[in-house]
């Protein structure tokens, strides 16, 4: 059983072979599709976690601030244009 293509004989054997060769190419894409899928989630979630801890951690960081000492006069004085 073999076929003629522009002057090439194929035989039943290489079709077969070029069909599962195919079947197995769409299943690695497919399956290497899944993967970076579900990386990318897990790196979505990582990253989200990690936003929320830093966030807590500036939110609740409590430090005394030090007042301004006010009471020292200015070098020089402001004057207006009007």
Do not use: C
């Not at 039943?12 to 497919?30: E, H, P, R």
């Amino acid at each position: 059983m073999n076929f003629v293509s522009k002057n090439k004989k194929i035989s039943f054997l290489n079709i077969l072979i070029g069909f599962f060769a195919s079947l197995y190419d769409l299943g690695y894409d497919f399956i290497k599709l899944l993967v970076d899928f579900f990386a990318s989630l897990y790196d979505m979630a990582h990253d989200l976690i990690f936003f929320i801890w830093e966030y807590l951690k500036w939110i609740t960081d409590i430090r005394p601030i030090m007042p301004q000492n006010i009471t020292t006069q200015a070098e020089k004085s402001i004057t207006s244009k009007s």
